[in-house]
């Protein structure tokens, strides 16, 4: 059986060269896109009991530099540090994984495959938010009660890997600068979806943000 290192290696060189063309730099198993606004991560990531492996797809806002605990580097940037993460899949499949092959053409082949199903399911994705970079300032507080249905038609399919709660500080945080209005609304919602008890990280910002924004508004009405 092939092993992920030799699975990689056979890999590495068609899909970073594929990668390139669409804008993405890297090699192996992990690809960036830098852009004015957000940082785009496609990861192959190789299972735990070996023989195959899945593409994962993510976007990290610039407007938000922490993950909540320590500042990001989007140099070094991993999908899994997006706070906008999905697995793509072909035909809309739940899940999918390729099985390596001890045949390098047909590990060749996996890696067309997947360059073309990153150019189905992420590009359009990377192409709206490079057009339009304020597009998620059309996501409303109200929409994260409906992650798989509402939000996800309005990222253009994104099944997120991730909760209410903590997009609610995702977007609290990031508009702080742009939107304030809006980011106090996604900060009353966490907070709503919290109880006495719970030690979400963000509710200090969430308050933060309510103290800061009350001042703020109270200081443009009176002049």
């Given at each position: ?76 940037l991993r999908y899994y540090n997006c ?130 924004a009350s001042t703020t508004l109270n ?5």
């Amino acid at each position: 059986m092939i092993s992920t290192l030799e699975f990689k290696k056979s890999i590495s060189k068609i899909l970073s060269e594929n990668l390139k063309q669409l804008g993405f730099k890297g090699s192996g198993f992990n690809y960036l896109m830098d852009t004015d606004n957000f940082v785009f991560a496609i990861g192959i990531q190789a299972s735990q009991f070996g023989a195959q492996c899945c593409v994962e797809f993510g976007f990290q806002p610039k407007s938000l530099v922490t993950d909540g605990f320590k500042l990001l580097d989007y140099k070094k940037l991993r999908y899994y540090n997006c706070e906008f993460r999905t697995r793509i899949t072909p035909n809309g499949q739940s899940d999918y994984w390729w099985k390596y092959s001890e045949n390098e053409y047909q590990n060749i082949q996996i890696a067309n495959q997947i360059t073309e199903l990153i150019i189905k399911r992420a590009l359009p994705i990377v192409q709206l938010l490079k057009v339009n970079p304020n597009h998620l300032e059309t996501i409303e507080p109200k929409d994260l009660d409906n992650i798989y249905t509402i939000l996800s038609d309005k990222l253009l399919g994104m099944n997120l890997a991730t909760t209410d709660i903590r997009l609610a500080w995702v977007f609290a945080m990031s508009l702080t600068k742009t939107n304030l209005k809006k980011s106090k609304r996604f900060a009353e919602y966490g907070l709503s979806k919290l109880t006495s008890s719970d030690k979400f990280f963000g509710r200090r910002d969430f308050e933060a943000i309510l103290n800061d924004a009350s001042t703020t508004l109270n200081q443009k009405e009176v002049f």
